[in-house]
C-alpha cells in the first residue's frame, strides 16, 4: 500500500507472527534489508487470529528488493533492530507491582509490621528488582510476564532475609545486659536451664546487680531452685575472680544491672570497659521486642559501650510487629541469638531463626496481593 509521507513515498506492511522476532524474520524476508522497523505491538482482537503480534515495517518506495540470502552485514542489521525491540518491549513490559491507592503493599506489609519507613521502602524497591529480574521476557507469548504474587512474595522474602543475621549460639562465657525489666534475669535462668541443667553442663550464675538487694536475692533463689553455685560480684576485680574460679566446663552466665540511661553515664562505665575488653565474654543486648523502633535505637545506641555481640529479645508475646528486632538487628549488623516471648522457664526461650523474623515481616503480603490482583 503506497503512502505519501512528508513528500517521501513509503510502503508500509503489517506482518503478523507469533512473536515480534518471527515478525521481523518475515519482514526483512519480505521487503529486503533496508525495510524499517515502525512499530510493534500486540495484534488488535480482529487480526489475532493472524499472529499475536504485529509489526510494522516500512520501505521507501522503489527501493523494495529481495534480500541477500546471507552475509554478516544483514545478520549485524537485524540483530540490532532485534536489540531495538527488545527495548522497546522492555520498556511496554514494566512489570506492574502490586499496589492499592498509590501505596505499595510490601512497604505497606513491613511498615504494619513495625519496620521504619526509610527501611521499607529500601526493601521494597530491591525486592522490586529482583522480582523483575526473575521475570523473563516472554516476547513469543500473547502477555508479556509481569512478575507474578509468588515471585515478588518470594523476592520480598529473600530481601529482608539477607538483610540481617542470626547466631544462637551461647558462648562458654555469657553475659546479658540491658534497660531494667528487658527480661536480663529471667532469661539467664531459661540458658541456664536449657544449655547447662537440659544438657548435664554445670553452670554458674554470678551477678553484678548489686544495687538492688532484690535483685540479688531474685538471682540467688533462682540459683538455689536449680541448685547451682552463685556469686553477687560487687566490682569488676570480684567478678573477675569468680569467673577463673568457675570449671573449665562450667557455663558462666553473668547478670548485669538493668541501666537507666542516666545510670548508664554514671556507674555503667567501668563494668562496659571490663565486659567488652574480654575477649572471652560474650555480650547479648536485650531487648523488648515490643518497643517502637526510635526508642529501640535509642536505648540500643546507649548500651555500644559494652560492644555487645548479639541481640536478645524478649517479650515476644506482647507484639506480632517483629519490625522493630529486624531493624535493629539489620542497621547494627548484630546477629539475634535468642528470643523470649513469655515468663516461663525455661519454656518460652528459643533460637531466633530467620524464618519466624521474615515470614512474620510479610504475613499480611498474599493476602493483600491477592485483593488487589
Ligand atoms: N511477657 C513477658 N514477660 C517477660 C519476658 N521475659 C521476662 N519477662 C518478665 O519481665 C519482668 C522483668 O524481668 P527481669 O528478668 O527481672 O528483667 P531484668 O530487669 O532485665 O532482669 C519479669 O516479670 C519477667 O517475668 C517475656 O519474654 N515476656
Ligand atoms: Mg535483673
Known sequence: MPVNIANQKLFVKSYFASSVGEGMAQARTDLGPDALLLNTRESPPEARHLGDYEVVFGVASGVRKPPPTTGGDAVEDLRQRIEKVRELVTRMAKPSWPSANGTDLLEESLVNAGVDLE????????????????????????????????????????EISNRFEVAPKLERISTLVGPPGAGKTTTIVKLAVAHGLAVGRPVHLLSTDHYRIAAVEQMRTY??????????????????????????????????????????????????AFLSGRQDIDTHLVLTASTRPRDQRRIADSFQIFRPSKLLFTRLDETDAYGSMFCEAARRKLPLSFVAAGQLIPEDLAAATKQLITESLVRELPKAIRAVA
Open 223 to 272: 540459683a538455689a531452685i536449680l541448685g547451682v553455685p552463685f556469686q553477687s560480684c560487687e566490682t569488676t576485680v570480684a567478678l573477675a575472680h569468680a569467673i577463673n574460679a568457675a570449671p573449665d566446663n562450667a557455663l558462666v552466665l553473668v547478670d548485669t544491672p538493668g541501666y537507666s540511661r542516666a545510670a548508664l553515664e554514671e556507674s555503667g562505665g567501668d563494668l562496659a
Open 119 to 158: 527501611m521499607a521502602r529500601e526493601i521494597s524497591e530491591s525486592a522490586r528488582q529482583r522480582a523483575s529480574a526473575r521475570t523473563p521476557l516472554q516476547m513469543g507469548r500473547r502477555r508479556l510476564a509481569e512478575p507474578d504474587p509468588d515471585t515478588v512474595f518470594s523476592a520480598a522474602l529473600e
